[in-house]
């Protein structure tokens, strides 16, 4: 199995700052990686996918970079909306994967 | 608007079985691969199962294999997850979720539900 390895685990940042999460996969796994957002009582939410495919809706303040083994999820301009977990998963072979998640806190 | 709803959850002894349903709206359900994603308490998120658009092929993680089927109705536009021989490392949130390629799997989930709980305790 492809083991994605997830930075850091719990991030702390005010509104209007940037941050990165980071997502190293054990071996390539091309462009497909997928980033999602998880907050209590809603839906999970696709991010990004292809590596650095915005999903439609999402603002352009989130942005996905990368290939191969290392990624990054960057966030400009935090809004408070934006705390919460946050997974990646690469999509490119079974059994899909996902990192162990990045906790985005209000500094 | 896409909605998934999960149903079929709740209190289990080890050794039993259960059955989760998806009842999906908002978008033609047979053209799309669909899948259950599973969370443990405090834990994070693991993919469980995948079902290609006509039921036809069917993928699963091997710890779970041999005792949890995915299957699809597409003339009631219902995913399903059966459980057999629950074990207390069932214990989870199950989500149905929808996968981001059209008819083909892509294999990313563009839609979740909000979950069901699966607590497997004697």
């Known amino acids: 199995d492809v083991q994605m390895t997830q930075s850091p685990y719990n991030l702390a940042a005010s509104p209007g700052e940037s941050v990165s999460i980071n997502c190293k996969a054990s071996?390539?796994?091309?462009?497909?990686l997928a980033w999602y957002q998880q907050k209590p009582g809603k839906a999970n939410k696709l991010l990004i996918y292809?590596?650095?495919t915005l999903q439609s809706g999402i603002p352009s303040r989130f942005s996905g970079s990368g290939s191969g083994t290392d990624f990054t999820l960057t966030i400009r301009s935090l809004e408070p909306e934006d705390f919460g977990l946050y997974y990646c998963?690469?999509?490119?072979?079974?059994?899909?994967?996902f990192g162990s998640g990045t906790k985005l806190e209000i500094k | 608007e896409v909605q998934l709803v999960e149903s079929g959850g709740g209190l289990v002894q080890p050794g039993r079985s259960l059955k989760l349903s998806c009842a999906a709206s908002?978008?033609?359900?047979?053209?799309?691969?669909m899948a259950w994603v599973r969370q443990a308490p405090t834990k994070g998120l693991e993919w469980v199962a995948s079902?290609?658009?006509?039921?036809?092929?069917?993928y699963y993680r091997d710890s779970v294999k041999g005792r949890f089927t995915i299957s699809r109705d597409n003339a009631k536009n219902t995913l399903y997850l059966q459980i057999d021989s629950l074990r207390s490392e069932d214990t989870a949130t199950y989500y149905c979720?929808?996968?981001?390629?059209?008819?083909?799997?892509?294999?990313?989930?563009?839609?979740w539900g909000q979950g069901v709980m699966v607590t497997v305790s004697s």
């Open positions: 908002g978008f033609t359900y047979s053209n799309y691969v």
């Open positions: 998963q690469q999509h490119n072979e079974y059994p899909f994967t």
């Open positions: 979720a929808k996968d981001g390629g059209y008819y083909d799997g892509f294999y990313y989930f563009d839609y």
């Open positions: 292809d590596g650095s």
């Open positions: 071996k390539s796994i091309s462009k497909y």
């Open positions: 079902i290609s658009t006509g039921g036809g092929n069917t």
